[in-house]
């Protein structure tokens, strides 16, 4: 019977710090020009096709760090982060390298 509760155990944590590993973030409407000016200052990749436009930078300076803001024409962007507790509130603190708390 303890094996069966470990492995619950196990599987709940391992859900829950996955979550924490990456934040979907919502952030203003932005134009196809503001993000590719925000992503040029980040260094980072932009991109755009019928579906929407955005950006991605390796955000904390080693593979598997990405940090990425998507939009869709008249639609607020989203910002998807790496780092648990990084909340940011603007398509350049999404795409940058965060700051030391």
């Known amino acids: 019977m303890r094996y069966p509760i470990a492995l619950l155990i196990l599987t709940g944590a391992l859900g ?19 993000i590719k000016s925000a992503c040029a200052k ?14 991605g930078t390796d955000c904390h300076g080693h593979d598997g760090t ?5 939009c869709k024409p008249d639609q607020k962007c989203v910002a998807q982060v790496s780092g648990g507790g990084r909340r940011p509130h603007t398509i350049a603190q999404a795409l940058e390298k ?3 708390h």
């Open 42 to 55: 980040a260094g980072g990749s932009f991109s755009q096709d019928a579906g929407g436009y955005g950006c």
């Open 16 to 34: 829950l710090s996955g979550r924490s590993l990456a934040n979907d973030i919502t952030l203003q409407k932005a134009s196809v020009e503001e």
């Open 66 to 70: 990405a940090c990425i803001v998507n």
């Open 98 to 100: 965060p700051g030391r």
